[in-house]
């Protein structure tokens, strides 16, 4: 199991490396170089493929090598993608320069990723048991954080001291490892039938007839997820109203916060196996309530160093706990035959609510001020987190074994739940 663990490691956090750049490390390296925050604006839009890879997750379900493994054969390609796309940027040693080709360059990594990431939450699907589904989503939320880190921090002081080549090449670098363990992993063959691409699409919809999976996706999710993201949503002007400078924000918001988020993933992922997922789940909630009551002075405009960046840390990483349940959940709904199109779809729809409640929240907070909206994100997921443990009082499923156990089928995500 450390083996498959390790895998995923390598190969979440690889695909969020260049993501952390393109989101965070690319635009202070063009605003540094005058480029307006309009412009920057467009650069931000790339990143609207993640919520809609779920119309090209079929195909991967249907379409792949039995003799290079099912998803490992379009890891292969994709993964050597990304490193070719990263490298694409080298010449463009002044990007603001050229930067309709450097937007392009980066939209069609941000494509590869997402498209590397349905194959991988489609391998985690299959290689964990439900036991370790908790530690798996942890890793993968975990990594995002640290890709983050280093994509948008470690290779920003890269620039700083040595310049665009060395920066972008490091990150190619670090992206090329996943590209090794692509190279050495051994996916285990598909015994079930792969089912036509027609059949492959109706999952997309199918997955919701699970018991309790629409309850969980229309009613948890949303509120859990908007309930928190507006309270996200108004950190940065909060700060910026407060008088922090734009430098300040990023170290705090992109690079401090980070730690305690990455710890985070990786302890709620054992407590999911430990506590089960409505235990962590409430624990996620009641840090989310507490933490955003410490934000309060920041909302009110009082914003001291060390209390706020206490505040912001303890928010993010209680952000990070609910997350990694939703995730898991998330997981506990895919199929094995369809899990690329059945996790990246649930996913999809708790990404979509996050764009809503960012903008739900700065519109509000702009007609009845930021403590009504933090106080308004408290009562949300509070009435999400009771919901999602009513759910799981109400669902739970036995334990089952891990999947291509010989003669113990997995029981989770049966298709024949839904025949």
Request: proline letters at 5%; glycine letters at 14%.
């Amino acid at each position: 199991m450390s083996g498959r663990l390790g895998t995923l490691t390598a190969l979440y956090v690889t695909q969020y490396l260049g993501i952390g750049f393109i989101t965070v490390g690319l635009t202070a390296i063009l605003r540094d170089g005058g480029t307006s925050l309009e412009t920057l604006a467009l650069l931000q839009i790339v990143g609207l493929i993640w919520p809609v890879k779920f119309l090209w997750a079929p195909i991967l379900d249907r379409y792949g090598s039995r003799h290079r493994g099912h998803y490992r054969s379009w890891l292969l390609v994709l993964q050597a993608a990304l490193v070719l796309a990263l490298l694409a940027l080298l010449p463009f040693s002044r990007p603001a320069e050229q930067l309709g080709t450097v937007v392009a360059i980066c939209a069609a990594f941000v494509f590869f990723s997402a498209t590397q990431d349905i194959a991988v939450d489609a391998v985690a699907v299959r290689l964990l048991s439900e036991s370790a589904r908790g530690t798996g989503n942890g890793i993968q939320v975990a990594a995002s954080y640290l890709g983050n880190l280093l994509g948008g921090g470690a290779c920003v002081l890269v620039y700083d001291r040595f310049g665009w080549v060395s920066a972008v090449g490091l990150l190619a670098a670090l992206t090329a490892v996943g590209l090794l363990v692509v190279w050495r992993f051994r996916e285990p063959a598909r015994t079930d039938r792969v089912a036509g691409v027609g059949t492959a699409y109706r999952a997309l919809l199918s997955v919701f007839g699970q018991p309790g999976c629409r309850w969980w996706t229309f009613g948890v999710v949303p509120l859990v997820y908007v309930g928190a993201g507006m309270a996200y949503a108004l950190i940065t002007p909060a700060l910026v109203d407060a008088g922090w400078s734009l430098g300040r924000i990023g170290v705090v918001t992109g690079v401090v916060t980070s730690v305690p988020a990455i710890v985070a993933g990786l302890l709620a992922g054992v407590g999911v196996a430990r506590f089960g997922r409505g235990g962590v789940l409430v624990a996620g909630g009641v840090a989310l309530a507490l933490s955003t009551v410490l934000l309060l002075p920041l909302m009110n405009g009082h914003a001291p160093l060390a209390g706020t960046v206490a505040a912001l840390c303890f928010f993010l990483a209680a952000y990070t706990i609910a997350n990694v349940v939703l995730y898991t959940v998330n997981m506990d709904y895919s199929r094995p035959g369809t899990g690329g199109t059945d996790f990246t779809v649930l996913s999809s729809f708790g990404l979509v609510c996050s764009f809503v409640a960012a903008s739900a929240g700065l519109a509000a907070a702009g007609g009845f001020g930021y403590p009504a909206v933090a106080v308004a994100s408290i009562v949300l997921v509070a009435a999400g987190v009771a919901l999602g443990l009513a759910h799981q009082r109400r669902f739970r499923r036995p334990p089952a074994p891990a999947p291509g156990t010989p003669g113990e089928p997995s029981t989770v995500g049966d298709p024949a739940i839904v025949a």
